[in-house]
């Protein structure tokens, strides 16, 4: 099953990311340094206990890769999580 999925982390940020089997204790790749310094801005009490949230947005057991690319571009593009201030995509670059 591949799927498009949307991780919401307790700074408020998102990120949307593609999974070409189907984990579900995938949580992608966004960069380690950029979702670091966000934490650092968080209250201790929230530091040492949060909870991240994974949200599968779209499925597909018929799809190619490169469809799911695109449909990953597609939802990336459509909750403006490349926007640093809304999420933690850094690609398609953000355009305001």
């Keep these: ?3 498009i999925y949307k991780i919401t982390y307790p700074t408020g940020k ?3 990311g593609k999974d070409t089997v189907g984990s579900y204790r995938y949580f992608g790749n966004p960069s380690i340094e950029v979702v670091n310094e966000d934490f650092k801005n968080l209250p201790d009490d929230i530091k040492k206990d949060y909870t991240v949230r994974k949200e599968i947005l779209w499925e597909s057991t018929e799809c190619s890769n490169e ?3 695109q449909k990953e571009v597609e939802l990336i593009k459509k909750y403006q999580s490349n ?3 809304i999420g933690y995509n ?3 670059k ?3």
Excluded: A, D
Aim: hydrophobic share 40%; glycine share 0%; net charge negative.
């Design 14 to 16: 998102i990120y949307i």
């Design 67 to 69: 469809e799911l690319s």
């Design 83 to 85: 926007n640093p201030e």
């Design 94 to 96: 953000w355009v305001e």
């Design 1 to 3: 099953m591949k799927q």
């Design 90 to 92: 850094r690609w398609p």
